[in-house]
């Protein structure tokens, strides 16, 4: 396994659609393991290949809370779909490995049914409430090109970008020293 660098945005590769997978093969596998390790070392519960720069339907998530000792509990989403979305919404607060540093509230769906393809290339059926649904909305987007501040007001989103452009320009400064 190897660990990936997480784009930030803005950067026009979180835009791209990302492309079906024909099938699970050992390179998606390979692929799935690295994004896994990748997002477990950010910390994050959730994260789309495209935000490594591989624009492909793959999702990795793991909601179990570390700090409290649960065990781990990954998941793995290939090609997923969304089935069924209810009329009733929920906020959260939400962040992104590819917004680092910034959050804030984003409505959706409150549950949503999703179809998918499984680590090892089963047909599977979710039914998802609460963070899991959130997380789902939330990574299914990045398969679109589309982050949680696209959720936001222009300006809102605005303001977002431009501390996210301040806060690189800042890292770049501390690295030329
Ligand atoms: O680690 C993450 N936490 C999070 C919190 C609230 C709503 C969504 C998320 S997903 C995010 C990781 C990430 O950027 N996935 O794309
Ligand atoms: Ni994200």
Redesign the pocket.
Known sequence: MALRTIITAPDPRLKLVSDPLQEVDDTTRRLMDDMLET?YD???????AV?IGVPKRVIVMDLAKEKEGEPKKPMFFVNPKLIWASDEKAI????????PDL?EE?ERPARVKVSYVDYFGKDQQLDADG?LA??LQ??MD?LEGTL?IDHLSRLKREMMLKKLIKARKAAEREVAE
Do not use: R, T
């Open positions: 997002m950010a910390p994050g519960i959730g994260l789309a935000q959260c607060e939400e962040g992104c490995l590819s917004v959050y984003v963070m959130v997380c939330h990574e990045h949680f």
